[in-house]
């Protein structure tokens, strides 16, 4: 059975003809920060200084085959370097589809013989990989993971008086989208407490990190918590 590598909306395998052979994607370096200090023992470490690790890129190489004559070749190839090069989109492995990586890529190609070519599709994306489907999208259970997948409904959410959210945090930090509809609503976080206007509201004191996270919401309307977690 055929499998695709999917670019945004574009199937390697159904829509460029093309066979997967492998792909290589690695675990995002941690950028490590130090600073020599004369008459200390050892380095002083700043790679968590802001209160967590942070990562450089990722590096991903995918590499396929296609059939087909030098014209075909040609014409095939000038169609995905169109769609791909240099461009930045959203990747999704065959072998993981819950999650998505975001970068930008380029497209080599190689001839083998008079009838096969090598594609070989590199590039450079972001350390974390996202959720296929945020809080506000409907669940797509094709690509949901039984085991690591977070059933996610933060939409239209109805406050009479009090509400409390408990979102499950990814490894990622998240500051969410607060949509509120409703006078005088308020939401809580961490023992602080913030007014939410009509509409979108973006608090940045209010970052979700990796466990439980609670939201308390006070008030009289309807919110939605705009929400899309990562994982290394």
């Not at 990722?58 to 590499?63: A, D, G, H, S, W």
């Not at 409390?164 to 509809?181: H, K, Q, S």
């Not at 913030?194 to 509409?199: A, D, N, T």
């Not at 008030?219 to 990562?230: D, E, F, K, L, M």
Request: aromatic share 12%.
């Amino acid at each position: 059975m055929s499998v695709n590598v999917v670019f945004d909306d574009k199937r390697t395998h159904d829509d460029w003809g093309l066979e997967l052979v492998r792909f290589e994607i690695g675990p995002p370096a941690p950028v490590i920060k130090k600073i020599e200090i004369p008459g200390r023992n050892g380095a002083l470490d700043l790679t968590e200084w802001a209160g967590q690790v942070v990562y450089e890129e990722r590096q991903v190489k995918i590499i396929l085959t296609g059939y087909g004559s030098y014209t075909r070749q040609s014409l095939q190839t000038g169609l995905i370097a169109a769609y791909l090069q240099g461009a930045k989109r959203k990747m999704w492995l065959p072998s993981d589809p819950g999650y998505y990586y975001y970068g930008r890529f380029e497209i080599e190609v190689s001839k083998e013989d008079h009838y096969v070519h090598e594609y070989v599709i590199s590039g450079k994306v972001d350390p974390f990989k996202y959720e296929t489907v945020s809080s506000l999208e409907p669940w797509e259970w094709d690509s949901f993971s039984f085991e690591t997948g977070i059933i996610r409904e933060y939409a239209s959410l109805t406050v009479d008086g009090s509400m409390t959210l408990l979102i499950p945090g990814t490894r990622m930090p998240v500051v969410p989208v607060i949509i509120a509809e409703g006078p005088d609503m308020e939401v809580s976080f961490n023992g602080s407490c913030y007014p939410l206007s009509s509409g979108e509201n973006t608090i940045y004191s209010i970052l979700l990190k990796e466990g439980l996270n609670t939201l308390v919401f006070t008030g009289n309307g309807t919110v939605s918590v705009a929400y899309r977690g990562g994982v290394l």
